[in-house]
């Protein structure tokens, strides 16, 4: 029961804390150039975003729990979280931002949650 | 953009870690053992440079999501595990196993997938002055 609260908590607050940025960022509109005067103001208005501040405290969350995780369990571990996180992440694209995510997004987002849990068991 | 963002990431990281081997271990108590180890830190070329690596990161991160869907970004800042596998291999000469380069090239052959489609599926305004 722990360690499925714990696992969970790592998925759900570590992909919603960067929906929560990204809706922020949605929020304040493209960056059209490389100018710094624009870059600096595109960046302040993010920073002003309630949202932003939501995803960098879960951001926050997901990092300790982590952490946490990481002092029980040994590193495989991590390897459903990263996994499934790029599943969470298409899906909250989908449902918390709008976005269309078509067939051959999700056959790339397949791809690289195979290619990362790959990566993942090839470090042990 | 995201060239930036998944060559800070790692880069930032990599410093942070060489940075605080070049601490040494860290001891908490007496107060002055800390003390000492905070002073030491703080002083280190390295902890800076990995600091500004991970800000910049950041920033580009918020850049990129300015404009592209994260249901696109995600994906294509996994790249940056190829990032790591490079630097460790150049830089650090560790030895990376066959099924982690064989990761990376799925990795790559997602990204090259996800990078065929729209990076921006929702309507947005593009930010003008305030």
Known sequence: MRDLVLFSLIV???TGGELCMSR????????????PAQIVRVVRRGLGQPWMWAGVSMMALAFFALLGALS???????????????IAGALGGIFFLDERVTFWRWMGVLLVAVGV??????KG | MILVMVVCGPLGNVLLGR????????????????????LRTFANVSIWMGIGSLLVMFIAYMLVLSWADYSFVQPASSLAYGVVALLGYLVL????SPLRWAGIAIICLGVFVVGQTAPRTTNREMAGPD
């Open chain 1, 24 to 35: 922020a960022m949605q929020r304040v509109g493209g960056v059209a150039s490389f100018d």
């Open chain 2, 19 to 38: 940075g605080m081997k070049q601490v040494g271990a860290v001891s908490i108590w007496p107060v002055s053992h800390l003390l000492t180890v905070a």
């Open chain 1, 72 to 86: 029980i369990y040994n590193v495989s571990f991590v390897v459903p979280v990263t996994a499934l996180s790029y």
């Open chain 1, 12 to 14: 759900l607050a570590g």
């Open chain 2, 93 to 96: 000469g560790e030895h990376v």
């Open chain 1, 117 to 122: 849990t790959l990566v993942v068991l090839g």
